[in-house]
């Protein structure tokens, strides 16, 4: 395996899930290497917190957007160029908070990019916050007395806005991330991989989740409703079995499908974006 490690030294709590995500990423980057994805034509987006740190630490393309603008970001790079494989890393706080309407419209446009959504369900950059996926109840920096408030189900919302790739992980299952990683990253549309991701240091949910998590092995993931089913069998707050591996994929046309080609009217997509500003001035 090729390292695609850089020169920046790694700030993450010793134990943190990230290093699953980035080892899992390095290794899918590697393998799609192999298979004729130059890594040259991958850009890495992140946004703000812990995870986002993960585009300093992978030797390929990468930017750095706002808090909750990993999405936009993303689309505006691939509708740009098209040649591009796209993915976008933002964190619970990042996308399903501060950034969610970003990502529904990214799920309902079905542009190619992939999402990869650490999800520790804490704000671990700013010392431990609540975010969208915490439990009810959960104690925090800012809820000392514990959340009044139900977490979102992120999956159910995904698949209800039209994403056509829709997979859960664990940062306990290296195996698992790689592969989904993969076939996210070639799906053909927006695709959503949901990493249980644990932060050591303000939200320690390893033994919670390994007595939890399960492999689906008899899922139709063709069927949205089984996907549905799927996908409630836990609702980010009961105690219930954690299914993990592909929900649901379909195939779509994809948003930036519709922009003008390449070489279309003998002019290159340069050329075109030019001429329409000059023309909108
Ligand atoms: Fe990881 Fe939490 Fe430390 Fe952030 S605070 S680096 S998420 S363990």
């Not at 990019?113 to 920096?141: C, E, M, W």
């Not at 940062?171 to 990683?181: A, C, N, P, V, Y």
């Not at 949901?194 to 492999?215: A, F, G, H, P, S």
Request: aromatic share 10%; net charge negative.
């Amino acid at each position: 395996m090729k390292d695609l490690g850089t020169y920046a030294a790694n700030t993450w709590c010793p134990g943190c899930g990230n290093f699953a995500i980035l080892n899992a990423m390095k290794s899918a980057l590697n393998a799609l290497h192999d298979e004729g994805l130059p890594t040259e034509k991958i850009v890495l987006v992140s946004g703000i917190g812990c995870n986002s740190k993960i585009v300093d630490y992978i030797n390929t393309n990468s930017f750095y957007s706002l808090h909750g603008r990993v999405f936009p970001a993303a689309t505006g790079i691939k509708v740009a160029d098209p040649a591009l494989t796209v993915i976008g890393h933002a964190g619970d706080g990042d996308a399903y908070g501060e950034g969610i309407e970003h990502l529904i419209f990214a799920a309902k446009r079905n542009v190619d990019i992939t999402a990869i959504i650490h999800d520790n369900r804490v704000y671990g950059l700013t010392t431990g916050q609540y975010t969208p996926t915490s439990p009810l109840g959960y104690k925090g920096r800012s809820t000392p007395f514990g959340t009044t408030e139900m977490p979102i189900n992120p999956l159910e919302l995904m698949l209800a806005s039209g994403a056509t790739f829709i997979a859960r992980g664990t940062s306990h299952g290296l195996d698992l991330l790689k592969r989904l990683f993969k076939e996210a990253i070639l799906h053909k549309g927006f695709s959503i991989v949901d990493v249980l991701q644990v932060c050591v240091t303000y939200y320690n949910m390893y033994e919670y989740y390994d007595k939890r998590v399960y492999e689906m092995t008899d899922h139709d993931s063709a069927d949205f409703d089984k996907a549905m089913a799927r996908i409630r069998e836990w609702d980010y707050n009961t105690d219930a079995k954690i299914p993990l591996g592909l929900f649901y994929r379909r195939g779509a046309p994809t948003y930036e499908a519709d922009f003008p080609a390449a070489d279309e009217g003998g002019m290159s997509r340069d050329e075109k974006i030019k001429k329409l500003l000059a023309e909108a001035a």
